[in-house]
Each structure stands twice: as C-alpha cells, then as structure tokens.
C-alpha cells in the first residue's frame, strides 16, 4: 500500500459535484491516490469475510450469555433483537476499518449500523478511476452490491415503499440516505426519504407513521444509531411495532464497540483481531481508549508506553470505555491511512481511504481514492 501524489483534475470539485456530492471541499482534495497490490487486496477481502463470520459468532454469544448489560443495550429491547436475529432480518451494509501494519489487516472496529463515506467509495473514486486510470483496477463493486442487495430484500419482503430517514440537516447525512434510496429505486422499489425529526408515532395503536400521518411505516431505512432511537420517547414502542427497519435491530449488537472485546476473547488466535479489554490492565502500556458508543473519532484516548499520544474531546462514554491494544499505523507523506471496507448483502465488495495527519479518523479526514496495481 503505497501514497501516490499526483496533480489534482482540472475542474475536479465541479465534476464530482455534478455526480451529487456535495460535501466534497476539504475532504476530497484529489492530490494523492493510495497503489495496492493484488495481494494486497486479497488480503483485506478475506479480513472481511472473516471478521464478518466473527461478528456472526459474537452476536450468538451474546445473546446465549445474556451480555446486554456489558453492551448497555437496554432491557426493553432485548427481545426484539433476539427475534430480529433469528428471523434472519436482512441487511444492507456495512463497513469494517482496518489498519494495514505491513502485515494482515488489523480490525479497528466494525461500523454495522450507519456506516457513511459510501457514497464517495462507491461512484466518485469510480469516476476518478475512469477518467484518469481506465484500464486499471479498483476494487470496487459497491454499487452494484447495494442494488443486488435491495432487489434480494424487495424478493423476500415484497416491499411496498421504503421510507429513508435520518438527519437531514447534515449534508453529508443526507448525500449518504439520497444515494442508497438511489440504490432502491434502480432496484425497482418506490421511496421516499423524510426528516427523523418527521417520524410520527401512534402510541394507541403501537405503529409509526409517516410524516402525513396517514399510512403505517412497513419499511423504513434509518442513518440514525439504535443506540440514539432507544433513547427516544418512541424507543419504548419499537418492540410492538410492525416496522421492519433497515439496518435490522439486530445490527444494535454488531456496532456496539464492546464486541471488540468478545471477539478478542473468543478469536484469540485470529491475526486480523487486536487485543480488547473492557477495563485498563496493568501490563498493557500502550492502547486505544474507547467508548462503546461513539461517532467520528469522539472521546478516544491513544496511549503508548503509558503515555498519552492523542485525545480527542465529545460527548461519548456515559455508558462506558473499552482499550483496544494500540495499532501500529504506518504514516505515508504525514498522513495516516484507514481502510474501510465494505459488506453488503454479507459478501466483500469494496474499499475507501481515509487519512489524517493524526492517528485518530475523525471527521476532519480526508477521502483518498485508490488503484490496484
């Protein structure tokens, strides 16, 4: 994995703003590419389907122990999650971060819930590839992935409209819901996207509604956390509500960062697995702090031979912290890549860059688009 500088396109924020990305200035400077190997790229693909097999396998332990407790999911919810696993709920997507030490892919963290920068991994650094590299590779089949996926779950559901919703004060948010209901739509399913804040509830009957009020809300995509919906005053009514939500309920398992510390317990051999714990051990000097619910790169802590590296400030960690033996992140030009690979439909499919000039990604990082080589 080797950082490329190159000169940027002419024109290049007008030509992916006509693509419909539109929070591109200052994240995507188009002045570096990253060059993988093949073998490279084998690598991270079969990380993925590991640590998605894994993934699997913790949320069986979780819910054979009963470690609600340990991942503050609350006790209302519970058996919702446990039927939405065994029924089977399919999924649409999400993304595992890993860091390449000059080894086999180390798992940062999974992102299983509302995974963002898809829209960027999927049709920009596509389009830049076509234009400055077309007859080289990209591992990138994301689009395709996404529209496959909608026409399994319209097969198997009969959807009559998919309802997308999540904050749509947030541009990036909302590029990223416009985008997948884009994805929907080519795979011949009707919908229509609306504010979180629009969510209506019909406490009498139990059911959601849309924003007219009208109609039950059957099939709703949300890029808004479970973590923060079980905090709503509608949380309580998820368990008898007939909404079939996309992420499934029982990706409330999967994201939750304490698997970190499940798997490294139950996979203690695997080379993709850093070591997890829930609370700070006196023999580990250098580690990564934290919390068990947190967003771009909030309320972590990078420690090395017992002293503190980075630190970023939020509002995470009420619920708790776990440590994450620290990743040997290979700096490239002074920046620090994070490779995120996407699952869809449960298959590998695709990567996307971010770097920093910091070890921590956080919502100041730049989007790098990628070649095989």
Known sequence: MIRVKIQPRVDYAKKIESLGFQFNRDYWLENAYYSFSAVEIAQIEDATKECYSMYCSAVEY????????????????????????????????????????????????????????????????????????????????????????????????????????GVLDSVEDLST???????????????????????????????????CEQDELRFLFKLYPFEWMFREEFGIEIPRCNTRFIEPLWKAIMSNKYMLVIIAELFPNSEYILRAWNEKKEYVTSYCK???????????????????????????????????????????????????????????CGIGIRETNTRITDNMSYFVPHIIE
């Open 177 to 211: 819901i416009a985008y997948i209901a884009d994805t929907a739509t080519e795979a011949g399913i009707d919908t229509s996207i609306f504010g979180i804040d629009q969510l209506k509830l019909d406490s009498d009957r139990g059911v959601f509604l849309t924003p």
């Open 290 to 348: 934290k919390p068990i619910f947190s967003r771009e790169g909030a309320n972590v802590t990078l420690v090395k031979h017992n002293e503190i590296i980075e630190q970023t400030e939020g509002e995470y960690g009420e619920e708790g912290f776990i440590y994450q033996a620290l990743a040997n992140i290979r700096s490239q030009d002074g920046m620090f890549p994070i490779i995120g690979s996407w699952v869809i439909g449960g298959e590998s």
């Open 62 to 165: 979780v819910i054979q122990h009963n470690l609600w407790g340990k991942l503050a999911i609350p006790e209302y919810i519970v058996p919702s999650l446990i039927e939405s696993w065994e029924r089977d709920d399919l999924s649409i997507y999400g993304r595992f971060d890993f860091a390449l030490e000059g080894g086999a892919p180390k798992l940062l963290e999974f992102n299983a819930d509302t995974p963002t920068s898809l829209f960027e991994a999927s049709i920009v650094q596509w389009e830049w590839k076509g234009e400055l590299f077309p007859d080289i590779v990209q591992f990138n089949s994301i689009h395709e992935a996404l529209v496959q996926s909608w026409r399994d779950i319209n097969r198997e559901y009969s959807i009559d409209r998919m309802h997308f919703t």
